[in-house]
């Protein structure tokens, strides 16, 4: 009798100790943004669908503020199996896929609609194809942010003049080239090092979405801050082939309907971040929201040259996605 209730307390303590659905398989995901961002917090949001779906079979890690690999490390990183997954933004990926870059020419993907159908539809498929062949399997899009703040310390940047002579920061080609339509001179750096730049005074203007201005602390260094939907930074959850065939279907499902529900979730948060981060950028810094006829004056030094270059190196594949946009926009 003794015996038969320990066995029935063994019994209980192993059941009551032991994780429901133990995981058979772990994927690791490499993202650059600090935890205290929003898309974070998405990321965290696709790991715990993903777990509960799966019912443990797939353990989600997370590692935040690229503290496994730098942006631009992550799409090699990914397709040889050195993690299993990994987030990195639209213009990370243009250098190999100049596509991509359709978010950045100035006011063609800044509605949130517009961004939704994009990302949803033919214009989101033919850019996740295009991945495909860079031997990662994407799976998911988040959006960061549509709207942009250019930080200065010692005026405000309300009209392409106040940009002439000074240096911003830089990230990509295209992106370059719309500063410098502004009349500044773009400096590469990533998004982990800005917070450094501004700090040594290697850069005149910081250039960043609202959402990461305030968490990387701008308003440290700059006191002025001019915000425009210009331009729209996303990001690209992508997974490792051989590892996401790996996983059983009903696994491979679970992901993809975790990673559907966080994109939709994403576009939403993104503008409740946005409209938190400028309320709070309010209070540590002098902040311009720019106006219609301040846009016209930046759209008009802006679209042309940058849209030029975009066509010129997509050909016909960049002009069917801006005509795809088009279509979208009407």
């Given at each position: 009798m003794k015996a038969a209730r320990w066995?029935?307390?063994v019994s209980l303590v192993v059941l009551f100790s032991s994780p429901v659905g133990a995981a058979q398989y772990k994927m690791r995901i490499s993202h650059q943004m600090p935890e205290t961002h929003f898309l974070a917090g998405e990321v965290k949001e696709f790991k715990n669908l993903v777990e509960q779906k799966t019912g443990g079979k797939l353990a989600v890690e997370i590692y935040p503020a690229a503290q496994a690999f730098k942006p631009k490390e992550t799409m090699n990183a990914v397709a040889t199996g050195a993690i299993e997954a990994a987030v990195t933004t639209n213009f990370e990926w243009s250098g190999i896929i100049p596509a991509m870059d359709i978010f950045l020419v100035p006011f063609l993907v800044t509605d949130i609609p517009v961004i939704d159908q994009a990302i949803s539809g033919e214009v989101g498929a033919a850019l996740f194809k295009k991945m495909e062949t860079k031997g990662v399997a994407p799976v998911m899009w988040m959006l960061q942010t549509?709207?942009?703040?250019?930080?200065?310390?010692?005026?405000?940047?309300?009209?392409?003049?106040?940009?002439k002579g000074q240096k911003i920061r830089g990230t990509s080609k295209i992106m370059n080239l719309g500063s410098e339509a502004l009349g500044a001179a773009a400096v590469p750096i990533s998004g982990p090092e800005v917070h450094t730049a501004l700090e040594r005074g290697t850069i005149d203007i910081g250039l960043t979405g609202v959402d990461a201005a305030l968490t990387r602390h701008y308003y440290e260094f700059h006191k002025y801050g001019t915000v425009s939907n210009n331009f729209t930074v996303i990001?690209?959850?992508?997974?490792?082939?051989?590892?996401?065939?790996?996983?059983?279907?009903?696994?491979?499902?679970?992901?993809?309907?975790?990673?559907?529900?966080?994109?939709?979730?994403?576009?939403?948060?993104?503008?409740?971040?946005?409209?938190?981060?400028?309320?709070?950028?309010?209070?540590?810094m002098t902040i311009h929201m720019q106006t219609k006829p301040e846009e016209q004056a930046w759209r008009a030094v802006m679209e042309k040259p940058v849209l030029d270059h975009f066509l010129q190196i997509t050909g016909?594949?960049?002009?069917?996605?801006v005509e795809l946009m088009s279509k979208i926009k009407r």
């Open positions: 066995m029935m307390v549509r709207t942009n703040i250019y930080t200065s310390k010692a005026k405000p940047l309300v009209m392409p003049a106040d940009f990001h690209v959850l992508f997974v490792n082939p051989t590892f996401f065939k790996s996983l059983p279907a009903d696994v491979q499902g679970a992901v993809r309907e975790s990673a559907l529900a966080v994109q939709k979730k994403s576009l939403q948060d993104s503008e409740n971040f946005k409209d938190t981060s400028v309320a709070e950028l309010k209070k540590k016909k594949e960049g002009a069917e996605l």
